[in-house]
């Protein structure tokens, strides 16, 4: 079995989806920002704040030669911007949870931890910044993929089980 990396947009719904598949498949689950926390010992909004996006830009690298060198049979769940990595093609098959932008923050703002969510994606303090990030991403994303998984108005249940069936054919 192959590597399995889910990419879009900040809040869309990775971890989620990440959790379902893991109870419904022999695949392990990983989170890239999680493994850049440990590295630094620090908070993802602390890297930016203190270190800028150029220095976690650089971890995120070295995470992703990790992960390509090191890792089978894994799902790999990734920070938003993940997906621009050189190697990401090599890491394993490509998986995109896709939803609108309105989707999104609805999403969000309707998730009981809301304010926590909101606070640890300091991007989304400004959602015209997260739109127009959003705007520039989503043609990229599409690109890089080879799933696409609509997300919208869909539990992370049935996104896990259409993950499953339409990666078959790669792993």
Sequence with gaps: MKNIVLIGFMGVGKGSVAREVIKHS?????DTDDLIETMENKKIKKI???????????????????????????LISTGGGFYKQKNIK???VIVLLDSPF????????????????IKKRPLLNDLKLAQKLYDERRPEYLEVADVVIDVTNKSAYDCAKELLKKVKKYV
């Design 26 to 30: 022999e695949y392990i689950t990983i």
């Design 48 to 74: 930016f704040q203190e270190d800028g996006e150029k220095h976690f830009r650089s971890i995120e690298k070295k995470v992703a030669h990790w992960l390509e060198t090191s890792l089978k049979n894994t």
């Design 90 to 92: 090599d890491i394993g």
């Design 102 to 117: 309105e989707d999104i923050i609805k999403r969000i703002k309707a998730h009981p931890n809301a304010v926590k969510k």
